[in-house]
T-cell receptor
Framework: AQSVTQPDIHITVSEGASLELRCNYS??????LFWYVQSPGQGLQLLLK??????LVQGIKGFEAEFKRSQSSFNLRKPSVHWSDAAEYFC????????????FGTGTRLQVTL | DVKVTQSSRYLVKRTGEKVFLECVQD?????MFWYRQDPGLGLRLIYF???????EKGDIPEGYSVSREKKERFSLILESASTNQTSMYLC???????????FGSGTQLSVL
């Protein structure tokens, strides 16, 4: 079975600083990879996804993620964080043929200091 | 955008009660899912359904069942609620073409 690891439970960055959230997956073939964000009191929103092709994917709100097969990673990045980015971020993996059935990581809570 | 509606935002029930959590989507999607979200554990899949009257167990189905009588509605049932089922419950619907899950706003269930 596939699994997803988000090693950082909580990250604090200053507004304007760069951000990288880590995500590693365990699966034999190339999975479908997703990043979701959950802002306080709000539902989960898709930031970006990777199915195939260019390994650097762009998402909403200025986020991007890079798929690295050799490292089994799909890290989320943003060059300059805004206070409104404070939220919980979830990495998720789906399998070919059952892409809709996602396995989620445990999440990383991002705090932004002014 | 797809609208996924969960009938209750907050729910308080007593141990042993039978609890129904309702979820409705407005886009005729086939694939629907129930997750529970707990601090430090992320989202865990309880049950899912790929069509009417079809259901499949997820990773943590114990103590739960589901019902899908109509395509737009997917219900999660706690047969006999227990305190360890206190959690945030999230319903989701998969949008083919867009290839993404749309989530409802969640139901925070407290079992006392």
């Amino acid at each position: 079975a596939q699994s997803v690891t988000q090693p950082d439970i909580h990250i604090t960055v200053s507004e304007g600083a760069s951000l990288e959230l880590r995500c590693n997956y365990s699966y034999g073939a190339t999975p479908y990879l997703f990043w979701y964000v959950q802002s306080p009191g709000q539902g989960l929103q898709l930031l970006l996804k990777y199915f195939s092709g260019d390994t650097l994917v762009q998402g909403i709100k200025g986020f991007e993620a890079e798929f690295k097969r050799s490292q089994s990673s799909f890290n989320l990045r943003k060059p300059s964080v805004h206070w409104s980015d404070a939220a919980e971020y979830f990495c998720a993996v789906g399998l070919a043929g059952t892409a809709s059935k996602l396995t989620f990581g445990t999440g990383t809570r991002l705090q932004v200091t002014l | 955008d797809v609208k996924v509606t969960q009938s209750s935002r907050y729910l308080v029930k007593r141990t042993g009660e039978k609890v129904f959590l309702e979820c409705v989507q407005d886009m005729d999607h086939e694939n629907m899912f129930w997750y529970r979200q707990d601090p430090g554990l992320g989202l865990r899949l309880i049950y899912f359904s790929y069509d009417v009257k079809m259901k499949e167990k997820g990773d943590i189905p114990e103590g739960y069942s589901v019902s899908r009588e109509k395509k737009e509605r997917f219900s999660l049932i706690l047969e006999s609620a227990s305190t360890n089922q206190t959690s945030m419950y999230l319903c989701a619907s998969w949008t083919p073409g867009l290839e993404k899950l749309f989530f409802g706003s969640g139901t925070q269930l407290s079992v006392l």
